[in-house]
């Protein structure tokens, strides 16, 4: 019986032994992310080049939904301008066992000139209750700016599949929009009265139409602003007859929103624009200091001309208008405009009519004088327009093959 119970004890103590070790055994690993390559063919405003991406790919599961992640190496290209923290905006379709889905994501950037440009995880939850997801790659879209680098994959790349991991499934929260500045509103000016012996004129109103380049870019867009030109004589029977030529604020014709990606801080903008006037071609000028919030429209100043003229009604039709900013960034920044548009006829007014109250010009944000002689202080921020006058984002988004690069 001595036997058995040492045998007893000896299966006892290897228990012992073994228990330990089987509550200490290490947790199951969890699966790495899928790291795949894909070939992306991309654009941007026309200029075609490669992508020779790395994605990623990671998922979490709670059972009844996932949530899908991606994230892409950096964007080839040569940017001349760092980018300064600026947001870009990703937009990537896939399929999900043959059933299309859309991840999205945000993030700000920075990155020096000439260098790759990081890119933000883009993801969505949708239902499922699979432990594994088969990806494919369909296109993508990245954003900066309002400039747009568009990508395809054709045939669609696989990027699964996925292992869908145990986790809580957290929704992103959506960035803030940033909230405009407030402007000032223009104190209405005082109206000529008759006891004063003045005599208020009527201004010619209407809207013009203007297709532009903005060079040395070649970039187009249009302005399409309501015009107002007043006119007023100095006391009856003078035949000078002072003219003041206001536009709407310049913002995009499509959405009718500024494009400005960056604050404007101290942009000397000289505005030239021609008119007839009755029978009289006549040309004007002005210039202003502009300071602006990001994405705000962009006001123009008050131009003023001069005609000799005895007539009280005047018809007027709007034959031009062009900016210029000046040197900036080695380069000249200008705009070559063809266009315009008839207005209403306009009578002139006895007495200094001033700026008049017509709705039309915004120049709480702007100081505006006669034009003056020099070269005038470039923009301090590169970077106008979004779009056609996005010089920043027309500049960092025209992405070069490296190997165009290595043959320059």
């Not at 019986?1 to 509550?23: C, N, Q």
């Not at 969890?30 to 795949?36: N, R, V, Y």
């Not at 960035?175 to 000016?189: E, G, K």
Request: glycine content about 10%; some cysteine; proline content about 9%.
């Amino acid at each position: 019986m001595r036997y058995p119970m040492r045998s007893a004890l000896t299966l006892a103590a290897a228990g012992a032994v073994i228990a330990p070790g089987l509550l200490l055994a290490a947790p199951a690993a969890m699966a790495a992310p899928t790291t795949t390559s894909v070939s992306l063919a991309c654009s941007t405003l026309g200029n075609a080049f490669t992508w020779p991406a790395t994605v990623t790919a990671s998922a979490i599961g709670n059972g009844t939904q996932s949530q899908l992640t991606l994230q892409f190496s950096d964007l080839p290209g040569v940017s001349p301008a760092p980018l300064n923290d600026l947001e870009m905006v990703g937009s990537v379709k896939v399929a999900v066992a043959g059933t299309a889905l859309t991840l999205t994501g945000a993030k700000k950037v920075t990155a020096p000139s000439r260098d790759p440009i990081p890119v933000p995880a883009v993801s969505a939850i949708f239902d499922s209750t699979e432990t594994s997801l088969d990806v494919d790659l369909t296109g993508a879209v990245f954003t900066v700016s309002g400039i747009a680098t568009t990508c395809t994959v054709s045939p669609a790349a696989a990027v699964g599949p996925v292992t869908v991991e145990p986790g809580t499934i957290v929704t992103p929260s959506p960035s803030p929009s940033p909230s405009p500045s407030p402007s000032a509103s223009a104190s209405p000016t005082a109206k000529p009265t008759k006891e004063s012996g003045n005599k208020a004129g009527t201004p010619a109103k209407g809207k013009s139409s203007f297709d532009c380049v903005l060079q040395e870019l070649g970039s187009p867009f249009t302005y399409a602003p309501t015009v107002s030109l007043s006119g007023s004589r100095a006391k009856a029977g003078d035949s000078k007859v002072t003219l003041r030529l206001s536009f709407s604020p310049i913002v995009s014709a499509s959405t009718g929103k500024g494009l400005a990606p960056l604050p404007i801080e101290n942009g000397t903008m000289k505005v030239t624009a021609s008119a007839k006037v009755g029978t009289k071609t006549v040309d004007f000028a002005g210039s202003s200091s502009v300071n602006v919030a990001a994405y705000a429209k962009v006001p123009v100043p008050t131009l003023v001309a001069t005609i000799d003229s005895d007539e009280e009604t005047l018809p007027v039709e709007i034959t031009g208008f062009d900016f210029d900013f000046g040197a900036m960034s080695g380069m000249k920044i200008f705009s070559e405009c063809d266009g315009g548009g008839t207005l209403s006829k306009m009578t002139v007014g006895i007495g200094d009519s001033g700026d008049t109250d017509d709705g039309v010009s915004d120049d709480s944000t702007t100081s505006s004088s006669l034009p003056k002689t020099g070269a005038g202080a470039p923009l301090v921020m590169f970077g106008l327009w979004s779009s056609a006058l996005v010089l920043l984002a027309a500049a960092l988004l025209l992405w070069l093959p490296k190997r165009r690069m290595r043959e320059h």
